[in-house]
C-alpha cells in the first residue's frame, strides 16, 4: 500500500512550547538547516503515523506576519507560496490574547489550520480555565488542549491533522471583521485585486497595503500600481477619520477581536500568593541582586564546560592519538600514511576535541537556559551595556557564548531580528577570545610574562571589541532595532527536547565544519610533506621578524592555528623542542606573538561558520581585516614595547 | 497627564495614547514609510495599540530597559523605544 504523504507547518509566538511540540512529533528523524540563502534556522523532521507519512515544518516562533523581522517574512512566504496541506497553530493558554492576535493574521491568509490549546498545566497554575469548545466554535477551526511536555494531546493532535488534511472535517474559519469604514475599503481593493494574479489572498494583500506593508507594495507597485496608488489614497482617509495612522488602526482592531475572543472563553482566578515562577523572576530581574546572580551563573558554567572541556578532551585526544600504530600498519608511514594520519585523522580528532568536549556541553546549556526562560533575563539586564556598541541586549548572548567558542556564538546570532545585526553581532563575536585563545594567553603569556600581562591583554581584547563594534555600527548601513522582547514565565525545561536541540545542532556543526577542518589539515600536511615549511617561514619573515619582531617559526605555528588556535601554542613547543618558552622567547616577543594569536584571524571551524550564515565575501572581508588588525596592533605593540 | 513611557514610575500604569516615530512632538505623522513604520509596527504588534492599559513594572539600573505589563504579557523594552511611546497617566 502506498502511503500517503503531506506536509503540516507548525506555526505559533515564540515561548508557547513549538519546540516540544516538534520533537514530540518527530522524534529523531530531523533535519536542522537554515532557510535558502537566510540566516534563519529551519527544522524539518518526518513522522509516521497510521499510513501516512508527515514532514512537519517547525516554522520560527514569531508573533506578527509583518516585515520587522526575518523570521516573518519567511513564515508568511512559506504559507503562502509553499502551501502547507495544513498549519498547526500552536498557542499558549496562558497567553489567549496575545497569541489570539497572530492566529487571527494566520487566518487572514486563507490557509487550512488546526489550534493546538498548549501549556493548558501553565495556564491551570495562573487560575486560568479555558473553553475549548467555545473557542473552537468562535474561531471556525478544531482546537486540541495540548501539554506538549507531557505529551498529552498529541495524539489527538495528529488524528486530527489527518481528519482535516482528509477533508473528513467541515470548517468554517473565522473572518475576523473590521470597522465599517475599513472593511468597505477592504472590499473596493481586493476587487481590484481580483483582476490579477497574486501569490497571497485578495483580501490579506488589501489588509497589507492599507497597512503600508513595504514587501507587499513592492511587489503589487510591479503588477500594478494603480492598486498601490488607489490603496495610499483609502489609508489616508481612514487616518483622517481615526487620526491614528491606518496600520496603527487595523492592529488595534484585531488586537479588539483578540482580546473579545479571550474574554469570551477564558475565566481567571489568580493565584493569591505569587508563584516560584514569579518570585524567581523578580530575584533575577531585580536591579541589585540580578547583576551578581548572572555573574555567579555565567561563571560557574563556564568553569564547568572548561573543566569538564579539558578533561575529556584530553581523554578523547590521548585515546584517539593511540590509534596511531594501528593506522601507521595499515597505511605505513610512507607519504600516504602520513597524509591519511597527519592529514585526515588528526584533522577528524582536532574536530572530535573540539566538537565533543566543548560545543556539546555548549548547546547544551544554551537550549537549558533558553528553554528556562533564563536568557531573556540576561538579555534584559545587559541591555544596556550591549547598546554601547550599538547592539541590544539579545546580542550579550552569542557574545557570552564566544568566550567559550566562536562557532556557537556565531550561530548564536541568529537570535538578533535583522541581517545588519546579526552580521554586527557574528563579527563582535569573531574578536572575543575563545576557550582556544585563552588557553594561549595563560598558557604563554600567563606563565612565561605575568599573570598581570595576561590580564592585560584580556582587557586590550575587550576595548578593541568595545572600540570596533561601536566602528561597525557606524559604518553598516541600515537602522539598529532596539529591544523588545518578551519575558515568558520560568519553567522547568523539557529535557528531551533540550536532549534533541543539542544533539541536532551539534550534527549541523558537525556537517559543516569538519569538512573543512580535515582539508585544512591535509594542506597543511601536505605543505609539510613537501617541506615547504622553512620557505612559507621565510616568505613570512618580513611580516614576523622584520615587523612583529618574532623569531620566523612563529610564520609556521601561525599557519597551523588557522585551523585551531591553541595549535600555535602546541606546534611552538614542538618547533622549538621545548616548552620552556622563557628559553626561546623574550617577553615582549611572547606578548606580542599572543596579541597576533588572539585577533589574527577567525579559526577555520568559524569561517565554516561564517561563510554558512553570511555568504564568501562578507566572510573574506572579515578574515582580511582582522588579518590586517592583529598585524598593524602586533607591530604598534612591539615598538612600544621594546623602546 | 501625557507622559512617555519612559517617565512613568516602576508600578505606575498608563493608557496608550500614541507612538512617536521621531523623537520630539512630531508624534504620530509622517514616516509611513521605512524607519518609522517598523519601529511604530512593531511596538503595536506587541500590543501597545492606543487604548491599551500599560503598567511598568520595573526598569533596570543606569536607564536601562523597561519590564512592562501589557495584555496579561511581560515584555522588556529598550528604554530609547519606551521613550517615543506616550501615555496618559493619572498622578
Same mark, same amino acid.
Request: proline share 4%; hydrophobic share 45%.
Given at each position: ?13 515564540a ?70 496541506d ?30 493546538a ?57 473565522l ?48 503588477i ?23 496600520s496603527?488602526?487595523?492592529?488595534s *482592531? ?12 477564558? *475565566? ?10 514569579e ?44 590509534l ?20 585526515v ?87 572575543v ?6 588557553v ?5 603569556v ?22 570596533l ?53 591535509l ?29 620566523a ?54 569561517i565554516?561558520t ?34 | 497627564?501625557?507622559?512617555r ?14 507612538i ?30 492606543p ?6 513594572v ?34
Open positions: 500500500m502506498t502511503k500517503n504523504r503531506f506536509t503540516v507547518a507548525l506555526a505559533g509566538n515561548n508557547v512550547g513549538k519546540s516540544v511540540v516538534f520533537n514530540q512529533l518527530t522524534g529523531l528523524h530531523q533535519h536542522i538547516g537554515n532557510w535558502p540563502g537566510k540566516t534563519v534556522e529551519k527544522a524539518e523532521g518526518t513522522l509516521h503515523f497510521k499510513d501516512y507519512s508527515i514532514d512537519i515544518i517547525d516554522l520560527p516562533g514569531i508573533y506578527s506576519l509583518s516585515t520587522f523581522s526575518l523570521e516573518e517574512l519567511i513564515s508568511r512566504e512559506y504559507i503562502a507560496v509553499e502551501r502547507p495544513l498549519v498547526i497553530n500552536i498557542v499558549d493558554a496562558s497567553l489567549l490574547e496575545r497569541n489570539m492576535f497572530f492566529t487571527l493574521q494566520l487566518l487572514e491568509l486563507e490557509t487550512p489550520m488546526i489550534m490549546l498548549n501549556q493548558m498545566d501553565m495556564a491551570k497554575k495562573k487560575g486560568i480555565r479555558i473553553d475549548h469548545e467555545k473557542l473552537e466554535k468562535l474561531l471556525g477551526i478544531p482546537v486540541i488542549p495540548t501539554v506538549a511536555v507531557s505529551g498529552k494531546g498529541i495524539y489527538e493532535l495528529l488524528e486530527k491533522t489527518v481528519e482535516v488534511t482528509e477533508k473528513k472535517v467541515k470548517m468554517e474559519p473572518k475576523a471583521k473590521y470597522g465599517k469604514e475599513i472593511e468597505e475599503r477592504i472590499e473596493k481593493i481586493s476587487s481590484l485585486l481580483e483582476k490579477i494574479q497574486f501569490k497571497y489572498p485578495a483580501r490579506w494583500v488589501a489588509i497589507k497595503l492599507l497597512e503600508g506593508d513595504n514587501e507587499v507594495k513592492k511587489e503589487i507597485t510591479n500594478s500600481p494603480e492598486i498601490v496608488s488607489t490603496a495610499e489614497k483609502l489609508a489616508k482617509e481612514i487616518e483622517e477619520i481615526h487620526e491614528h495612522p491606518c496603527t488602526v487595523i492592529t *482592531e484585531r488586537y479588539e477581536v483578540a482580546g473579545r475572543i479571550a474574554r469570551e472563553v477564558r *475565566e481567571i482566578t489568580p493565584p493569591i500568593k505569587p508563584s516560584m515562577a518570585r524567581t523572576h523578580t530575584l533575577t530581574t531585580h536591579k541589585i541582586f540580578g547583576y551578581p546572580i548572572m555573574a555567579v551563573s555565567v561563571l560557574s558554567i563556564f568553569y564547568l564546560i572548561f573543566a569538564f572541556g579539558d578533561y575529556t578532551s584530553g581523554l578523547l585526544g590521548d585515546s584517539l592519538l593511540g596511531k600504530p594501528i593506522f601507521e600498519g595499515i597505511f605505513g608511514t610512507g607519504v600516504v600514511g602520513k597524509l591519511f594520519w597527519g592529514g585523522m588528526e584533522g577528524i580528532i582536532g574536530g572530535v576535541t573540539v566538537a565533543l568536549p566543548y560545543i556539546l556541553p555548549f548547546y547544551f546549556i544554551l537550549y537549558f537556559l533558553e528553554d528556562s526562560g533564563y536568557l531573556s533575563r540576561i538579555a534584559f539586564l545587559m541591555d544596556n551595556l550591549m547598546h554601547k556598541i550599538g547592539l541590544h541586549g539579545k546580542a550579550f548572548i552569542p557574545i557570552m557564548l564566544g568566550f567559550g567558542c566562536n562557532v556557537p556564538g556565531c550561530l548564536g546570532c541568529r537570535i538578533m531580528e535583522t541581517t545588519r545585526e546579526r552580521l554586527l553581532a557574528a563579527f563582535v563575536v569573531t574578536l577570545p575563545c576557550a582556544a585563545t585563552t594561549i594567553i595563560l598558557g604563554l600567563g606563565a612565561f610574562v605575568s599573570i598581570q600581562w595576561a590580564l592585560a591583554l584580556y582587557i586590550i581584547n575587550l576595548l578593541i571589541i568595545f572600540f563594534g561601536r566602528l561597525a555600527f557606524k559604518a553598516l548601513p541600515g537602522e539598529p532595532t532596539a529591544l523588545i522582547m518578551e519575558m515568558s514565565d520560568y519553567r522547568a525545561p523539557h529535557l528531551k527536547t533540550v536532549l534533541k536541540q543539542t544533539w541536532f545542532r551539534l550534527m549541523e556543526f558537525v556537517t559543516m565544519a569538519f569538512p573543512l577542518i580535515i582539508v585544512g589539515s594542506v597543511i600536511k601536505m605543505v609539510e610533506i613537501l617541506n615547504l615549511l622553512e620557505p612559507i617561514a621565510n616568505i613570512l619573515s618580513p611580516v614576523t621578524v622584520t615587523w612583529l619582531g618574532l623569531p617559526i612563529t610564520g609556521i605555528t601561525l599557519v597551523f592555528g588557522v585551523l585551531r588556535k591553541e595549535l600555535t601554542l602546541i606546534m611552538l613547543a614542538t618547533l622549538f623542542g621545548t616548552t620552556n618558552f622563557a628559553q626561546v622567547m623574550t617577553p615582549v616577543q611572547m606578548i606580542v606573538f599572543t596579541l597576533v594569536a588572539m585577533l589574527y584571524i577567525p579559526c577555520i571551524a568559524t565554516a561564517l561563510v554558512k550564515e553570511f555568504g564568501w565575501k562578507k566572510t573574506l572581508f572579515i578574515t582580511v581585516f582582522e588579518i590586517l588588525l592583529a598585524l598593524l596592533l602586533g607591530g604598534i605593540a612591539f615598538r612600544l614595547l621594546s623602546i | 497627564m501625557e507622559l513611557l519612559s517617565d512613568l514610575r516602576d508600578g505606575e500604569s498608563g493608557v496608550v495614547i500614541s512617536g516615530t521621531r523623537r520630539g512632538r512630531d508624534r504620530g505623522d509622517a514616516g509611513r514609510v521605512g524607519r518609522g513604520w517598523k519601529f511604530r509596527k512593531r511596538l503595536e504588534d506587541m500590543g501597545l495599540t487604548g491599551t492599559e500599560v503598567t511598568v520595573r526598569s533596570a539600573p543606569f536607564s536601562g530597559p523597561l519590564e512592562v505589563y501589557v495584555r496579561g504579557s511581560r515584555l522588556a523594552i529598550g528604554r530609547g523605544m519606551a521613550e517615543r511611546v506616550f501615555v496618559e497617566v493619572k498622578r
